[in-house]
């Protein structure tokens, strides 16, 4: 299985995909529909040996494979775990991804791995650190990553930049790809009350290699005002179709990922957000 | 730089629900984040909640949700993961649950939660390949006692003083039996990618033991029938064959 694996180009088509979840292993092998790849989570492929494994090199000779890295804690104040980073550059090493992403975000303090993807207060200091822990990412798995914009919650008072800004400075530095999440987007801009379109204008969009859209929950904060959830757990809402077209008209075609990481439909409802991704995809392709 | 709040200061706020959001979070507004912290809070709880319920299934299912989503929220800040690979999260659980008092009536609770730990680490174990089952009939009689096994890494053995592997299948399988008060040693092994968990006859528990720990099949046989009468070597080697657990014989020659 690893020399079919050995085919995987090094870039992933700009077509639609879908976040691999096992219970859709004999749905996608019998019928995959619109999709024409697959991105999984590294820390689901780092046990010794079982079916995630011997699965993933089945899909891996037949889909691109996008490594998308949830564990990593690139914006962590403590340095990078060396034990993870070697995890992360063995199955990189094997499988020969078509490409590998992480977050913006933190996610590991002093040992402890809190399973969420952390703020960061956008301030000098954090991009020297950021840009220092993509370098040394980069080196140890020996290819060029995609850096993703988180969805966020709240603001820091000690901020100095714009997430764009940041971003962009990040990707000047590292030679970084950037992964472009138009439902975090829709999602921090509602939360912070800017308008989610001009946050994609003024996006580094020449460096973006993937877009993410993800299904979110609807609440409100202490004073009444709208406050999102990046669930994953749902379909994709229209305002945030309508930002990806916005998107698109940019960028011009990009790999689309859909994620749906909880409450997961059974595949044809997967399948469907997949083929209404490829419906916006061809709007944009002539 | 600027100042601000440290990710030591942004954990201990995220880990205790009685403090309150640190300062200089906001709304864009400018308020106290408030809720808007707790996003943060929720998401870590009810994440890693969720994985000790996928991974102690029964030991859920035993105490009740409720109660187990409680207790998950004292565990997972007394221990949060080491690791950013959730699939081995808990592997603390069982000693925890020694020593939390309001468990302490169910004595088999940490043994169930052992055996739920033992089912996922064989999940993940390397693939290996399993010798023939007719492999051990090529050896000559007169060497079988002096061989020695090596056993697939997913090959797991549970000592148990409660019934623990009847109360797994009791809380796992519909219409299985109910639980009658006595030991049980439960094997774990793995023949292809689904963890086979069987309870063990009289003695066997004390062969494989030994064997993990290399003895001869001589010296094993000799500590199953110190542990228990009616030791029966045949069933026990077909117990272990059938499930893939032994992955090679060395003999004297093969011994290098």
């Not at chain 1, 024409?36 to 820390?43: K, Q, S």
């Not at chain 1, 949830?70 to 063995?90: C, K, N, W």
């Not at chain 2, 089952?133 to 079988?144: N, Q, T």
């Not at chain 2, 009289?202 to 003895?215: D, P, R, T, V």
């Amino acid at each position: 299985m690893r020399d079919d694996a050995n085919h995987t180009p090094e870039s992933l088509p700009p077509g639609p995909g879908v976040g691999y979840k096992p219970q859709h292993y004999s749905d996608i092998l019998a019928d995959p529909g619109p999709v024409c790849w697959l991105e999984i989570h590294a820390e689901n492929y780092m046990g010794d040996g079982g079916r995630p494994l011997a699965q993933l090199r089945h899909l891996a000779g037949r889909f691109p494979i996008s490594v998308h890295g949830v564990g990593l804690s690139i914006g962590g104040e403590g340095r990078l775990d060396p034990e993870h980073l070697s995890r992360l550059a063995h199955l990189v090493g094997w499988l020969r991804p078509a490409s590998f992403s992480e977050h913006l975000a933190w996610s590991t303090h002093e040992g402890a791995f809190l399973n969420d993807l952390l703020p960061l207060p956008y301030t000098q200091a954090t991009l020297a650190r950021v840009c220092d822990h993509i370098d040394e990412l980069q080196e140890a798995i020996g290819r060029r990553m995609l850096l993703e914009n988180p969805s966020t919650y709240l603001a820091f008072a000690e901020s100095e930049m714009s997430e764009t800004d940041f971003l962009r400075e990040v990707a000047r530095r590292t030679g970084c790809g950037l992964l472009l999440d138009v439902n975090n987007v829709f999602v921090s801009a509602t939360n912070q009350q800017t308008d989610p379109r001009a946050y994609i204008d003024d996006f580094p969009i020449g460096a973006v290699s993937e877009i993410h859209l993800g299904g979110h929950d609807e609440d409100g904060d202490d004073e009444g005002a709208p406050l999102l959830i990046d669930s994953h757990g749902r379909e994709i809402a229209d305002p945030v179709w309508a930002l990806l077209d916005h998107t698109l008209a940019r960028s011009g075609p990009l790999p689309v990922l859909i994620e749906w990481d909880n409450d997961v439909p059974e595949w044809p409802v997967l399948a469907g957000e997949a083929a209404r991704a490829a419906r916006h995809l061809e709007k944009v392709a002539a | 730089m600027s100042g601000g709040i440290s990710q030591a200061a942004f954990t201990k706020a995220l880990l205790d629900p009685d403090r309150p959001a640190p300062a200089s979070l906001t709304s864009p507004s400018g308020a106290p984040a408030g809720k808007r912290f707790d996003v943060y809070r929720n998401n870590v709880a009810v994440s890693l909640t969720e994985a000790l319920g996928v991974a102690f299934p029964v030991v859920r299912k035993l105490v009740g949700d409720e109660f187990f989503t409680a207790m998950a929220g004292v565990f997972l800040r007394a221990h949060p993961p080491k690791s950013p690979i959730l699939m081995l999260y808990g592997d603390q659980m069982p000693a925890f649950l020694e020593g939390f008092a309001p468990v302490r009536h169910l004595g088999y609770l940490p043994d169930v939660a052992r055996l739920e730990l033992m089912l996922r680490e064989a999940c993940h174990a390397t693939d290996t390949r399993p010798i023939a089952p007719d492999a051990l009939a090529a050896i000559p009689p007169e060497d079988l006692l002096s061989v020695r096994f090596s056993l697939a890494p997913a090959v797991r053995l549970l000592r148990s003083q409660w019934p623990v592997f009847s109360i797994w299948l009791a809380n796992s399988e519909e219409g299985a039996p109910m639980p009658e008060m006595r030991a049980e040693d439960v094997l774990i092994t793995r023949p292809g990618f689904d963890p086979a968990p069987q309870c063990l006859p009289a003695g066997s528990a004390a062969f494989i033991e030994a064997l993990m720990a290399g003895a001869s099949l001589g010296e094993a046989l000799e500590k199953a029938e110190g542990d228990a009468a009616g030791f029966d070597l045949a069933d026990t080697l077909a117990l272990l064959l059938e499930g893939g657990a032994i992955t090679s014989i060395l003999t004297r020659d093969s011994e290098t």
